[in-house]
């Protein structure tokens, strides 16, 4: 498993966008780069996934750099619904094979 | 259409009982993976089954729990004889298949064991 170094908490203005950093140097070349977060007391739930170009949808943006070592999750406007912790997860779609790492608790101020 | 149901919400057993916890995945979803959480850790991959079939268990602890995925009913995670190690959230997801692009996760089962 690509092992992944996330800070381990990060703050944010509400209204105001959030970069997420995740390192992942050791991810394979067929690796997608996946985002879950996990709201309290709730389980995971899906944000995005990318290969090796940008990627945008509703909740969030992906991207991820060029070497694929590292990308970055992207909240244009953060609410205080974001409030959670985010996972990166570097994998192929087989979900036994998901490392949940500890993630980046992120706290959004009013 | 309902997403992922897991009950109970919380479950609490004496030292020595038994636990059951069931999942009903998404209506369509045939592949079922069950994660645990220890306090202040990330999820952890137990089991992943298919209707009827365990088809990869590596991450279940060797004794006291066992998982099935009957033909018909919800998902059962099953452990015996309960320590106090095993308190912990346990994390149902489902998916249609084997590589879907997304996993569904229901809000898990809260085990507390005294």
């Known amino acids: 498993d690509a092992k992944t170094t996330q800070p381990n908490s990060m703050e944010s203005n509400e209204e105001e966008p959030v970069h997420l950093p995740c390192n992942h140097s050791?991810?394979?070349?067929?690796?997608?780069i996946h985002w879950y977060r996990q709201l309290p007391s709730q389980g995971p739930e899906y944000v995005i996934h990318g290969l090796t170009s940008n990627v945008n949808n509703r909740m969030a943006s992906l991207a991820i750099a060029e070497d694929r070592k590292s990308s970055t999750l992207i909240l244009h406007r953060a609410t205080l619904r974001d409030a959670a912790v985010y996972y990166c997860i570097p994998s192929s779609y087989n979900f036994n094979k998901f490392y949940f790492g500890s993630g980046t608790k992120l706290n959004v101020k009013p | 259409n309902a997403g992922v149901m897991q009950n109970p919400r919380h479950l609490v057993r004496r030292r020595g009982q038994e636990a059951r916890l069931r999942c009903s995945p998404m209506?369509?979803?045939?592949?079922v993976y069950w994660y645990r959480q220890l306090p202040e850790e990330g999820l952890k991959f137990m089991v992943y089954l298919q209707k009827e079939n365990i088809i990869d268990e590596s991450g279940m602890p060797k004794e006291r729990f066992s998982a099935e995925f009957p033909k018909e009913g919800p998902s059962i995670l099953r452990i015996q004889q309960v320590v106090r190690g095993d308190s912990a959230a346990y994390f149902c997801?489902?998916?249609?298949?084997?590589?879907?692009?997304?996993?569904?996760f229901g809000s898990g089962t809260q085990l507390s064991v005294l």
């Open positions: 997801a489902s998916s249609p298949g084997a590589t879907n692009e997304k996993l569904f």
């Open positions: 209506k369509g979803h045939s592949h």
């Open positions: 050791t991810i394979s070349g067929t690796d997608y």
